[in-house]
T-cell receptor, first 111, second 118 residues
Framework: AQSVTQLGSHVSVSEGALVLLRCNYS??????LFWYVQYPNQGLQLLLK??????LVKGINGFEAEFKKSETSFHLTKPSAHMSDAAEYFC?????????FGAGTRLTVKP | EAEVAQSPRYKITEKSQAVAFWCDPI?????LYWYRQILGQGPELLVQ????????DSQLPKDRFSAERLKGVDSTLKIQPAELGDSAMYLC????????????????FGEGSRLTVL
C-alpha cells in the first residue's frame, strides 16, 4: 500500500519569499504523485501531478515539484510567495488501489 | 468548465438524525469517490464506485453509512443515525479512469458538504 508523509503541518513565509512544502512517499509500485490545494470551505484543486514523465513537474500558479526517487520525495516549491497562496496543501499518492492523502500543510503568507 | 456538483454545502443536524449528501460527477466520468475530511486532516476514502458498482467500501462504516449510485451517474451518501464524530467535510470526486487501471487518474473534487452534528 502507498502512503505520503508531509513534513510540517504549518509553514509561514513572507510575501516574495521561497515556498517549500515537503512530501515523502512510500509505494511498492511506481507511484503517481499529486499536489492539491484547498482554500477554506472548498474542495481540493489539482496543482500538479507526476506520472513518470519528466521528474520536474510544473503546475498552476507558479508552483513546481521535483520527483526524487532516491529520496522518495516530491517537494513542492514556488520561487516567490503571494498572499493568495495562503491555503492548505495536500500531497497525494496513487497506485493500483486508491489515492492516499497526507495530513496537509497550512501555508501562511505574511505581508 | 465541467465541475463536480455537491449538495448541500452545509448541513447542521442533531445526533441520531439521518442526513444525506448528493453528488453529480463530471459528465462521462465513470469513477466516483466519496471522501471524508475531518478538520485539520487529509481526506480519507469512504467508498469508490466504478459506474454503478462499488469497487471499494472497506473504510465505510456500514452500520450507519450507505452509498449508492443506482444509474452510474449521480450518487448519494447517507448517514443514519448521525453521531457527533461524523462532523466533517464530505467530499465527492470523479475521474475518467479508475485506479485499478494503474494509470493514476486525476481526481476532480466538488466543493464539499460540511456536516455539523450537535
Amino acid at each position: 500500500a502507498q502512503s505520503v508523509t508531509q513534513l510540517g503541518s504549518h509553514v509561514s513565509v513572507s510575501e516574495g519569499a521561497l515556498v517549500l512544502l515537503r512530501c515523502n512517499y512510500s509505494s511498492s509500485v511506481p507511484p503517481y504523485l499529486f499536489w492539491y490545494v484547498q482554500y477554506p470551505n472548498q474542495g481540493l484543486q489539482l496543482l500538479l501531478k507526476y506520472t513518470s514523465a519528466a521528474t520536474l513537474v510544473k503546475g498552476i500558479n507558479g508552483f513546481e515539484a521535483e520527483f526524487k526517487k532516491s529520496e522518495t520525495s516530491f517537494h513542492l516549491t514556488k520561487p516567490s510567495a503571494h498572499m493568495s497562496d495562503a491555503a492548505e496543501y495536500f500531497c497525494a499518492v496513487s497506485g493500483a488501489d486508491d489515492m492516499r492523502f497526507g495530513a496537509g500543510t497550512r501555508l501562511t503568507v505574511k505581508p | 468548465e465541467a465541475e463536480v456538483a455537491q449538495s448541500p454545502r452545509y448541513k447542521i443536524t442533531e445526533k441520531s438524525q439521518a442526513v444525506a449528501f448528493w453528488c453529480d460527477p463530471i459528465s462521462g466520468h465513470a469513477t466516483l469517490y466519496w471522501y471524508r475530511q475531518i478538520l485539520g486532516q487529509g481526506p480519507e476514502l469512504l467508498v469508490q464506485f466504478q459506474d454503478e458498482s462499488v469497487v471499494d467500501d472497506s473504510q465505510l462504516p456500514k452500520d450507519r453509512f450507505s452509498a449508492e449510485r443506482l444509474k452510474g451517474v449521480d450518487s448519494t451518501l447517507k448517514i443514519q443515525p448521525a453521531e457527533l464524530g461524523d462532523s466533517a467535510m464530505y467530499l465527492c470526486a470523479s475521474s475518467d479512469r479508475p485506479f485499478l487501471a494503474g494509470v493514476g487518474g486525476e481526481l476532480f473534487f466538488g466543493e464539499g458538504s460540511r456536516l455539523t452534528v450537535l
